[in-house]
Antibody, heavy 119, light 107 residues
Framework: EVQLVESGGGLVQPGGSLRLSCAASGFTFSSYWLHWVRQAPGKGLVWVSRINSDGTTTTYADSVKGRFTISRDNAKNALYLQMNSLRVEDTAVYYC????????????WGQGTLVTVSS | DMQMTQSPSSLSASVGDRVTITCRASQSISNYLNWYQQKPGKAPKLLIYAASSLQSGVPSRFSGSGSGTDFTLTISSLQPEDFATYYCQQGNSIPITFGQGTRLEIK
C-alpha cells in the first residue's frame, strides 16, 4: 500500500523552529516529486513547497520563502520540512503529498501533522 | 499568482441528485486542473486529474470536464458518502493554487 505518514508537529512560540518529517512506503520513493501543502484551521488548502525526485530542485510559496527548507533522503524514504522563524499565521495542518501523474496532482496525501504557533 | 474561483461556495443537495461544481482560472491553464474531495478531519483525496481523467478507484459517478479557464466537476447521482468539501487545483504554474472549496451538504 502506498502510504505517507507525517510527524514532528506541535506547539512552538513565534520565532521558533520545527522540523516536519514524512515517511514514505509502498512505492519507489526516489522516482517521485513530493510536495508540502498546509491547511489553517477551518480554511482551505495552500501549497507550500515541492522538491524534485533527486532533491536538486526546490520551489517555495512566497509566504515561506527564506524561512522554510524542503529536503529529502532517498535512502531513508523520507521527506522533510525545516520551518524557521515561525509566525502565528503558519499555524496549520501540514500534509505531505506525492505528485502522481506529472500534472502537479497530488496522490496520496499523508494524514497531516498539526503545527501551532502561539505564545 | 493564478487565481482559482469555485462556485458555489456551498451547496445543499439530496441523495440521488446530479450536482455540478465549477472552477474558473484567472488565465488559461490548458488542462492542468485537478479535483479533490476532503472529509472533516481527513486528508484530501484525488478524484480527477488532467481535467477529465478519473483517478483509479474513484467511482464513475464522478466526472470532470473543461479546458483553458473553465472547468466542471459533476457527480451524476449523489451518494451519502459524497457529502464533503471539494477543491479544484491548478498545476499549470507555480505557485500551485487551489480554489476556495465547495462544501456539499445534505438537504
Amino acid at each position: 500500500e502506498v502510504q505517507l505518514v507525517e510527524s514532528g508537529g506541535g506547539l512552538v512560540q513565534p520565532g521558533g523552529s520545527l522540523r516536519l518529517s514524512c515517511a514514505a512506503s509502498g512505492f519507489t520513493f526516489s522516482s517521485y516529486w513530493l510536495h508540502w501543502v498546509r491547511q489553517a484551521p477551518g480554511k482551505g488548502l495552500v501549497w507550500v513547497s515541492r522538491i524534485n525526485s533527486d532533491g536538486t530542485t526546490t520551489t517555495y510559496a512566497d509566504s515561506v520563502k527564506g524561512r522554510f527548507t524542503i529536503s529529502r533522503d532517498n535512502a531513508k524514504n523520507a521527506l522533510y520540512l525545516q520551518m524557521n522563524s515561525l509566525r502565528v499565521e503558519d499555524t496549520a495542518v501540514y500534509y505531505c503529498a506525492r505528485e502522481s501523474y506529472n500534472w502537479n496532482d497530488f496522490s496520496p496525501w499523508g494524514q497531516g501533522t498539526l503545527v501551532t504557533v502561539s505564545s | 499568482d493564478m487565481q482559482m474561483t469555485q462556485s458555489p461556495s456551498s451547496l445543499s443537495a439530496s441523495v440521488g441528485d446530479r450536482v455540478t461544481i465549477t472552477c474558473r482560472a484567472s488565465q488559461s491553464i490548458s488542462n492542468y486542473l485537478n479535483w479533490y474531495q476532503q472529509k472533516p478531519g481527513k486528508a484530501p483525496k484525488l478524484l480527477i486529474y488532467a481535467a477529465s481523467s478519473l483517478q483509479s478507484g474513484v467511482p464513475s459517478r464522478f466526472s470532470g470536464s473543461g479546458s483553458g479557464t473553465d472547468f466542471t466537476l459533476t457527480i451524476s447521482s449523489l451518494q451519502p458518502e459524497d457529502f464533503a468539501t471539494y477543491y479544484c487545483q491548478q498545476g499549470n504554474s507555480i505557485p500551485i493554487t487551489f480554489g476556495q472549496g465547495t462544501r456539499l451538504e445534505i438537504k
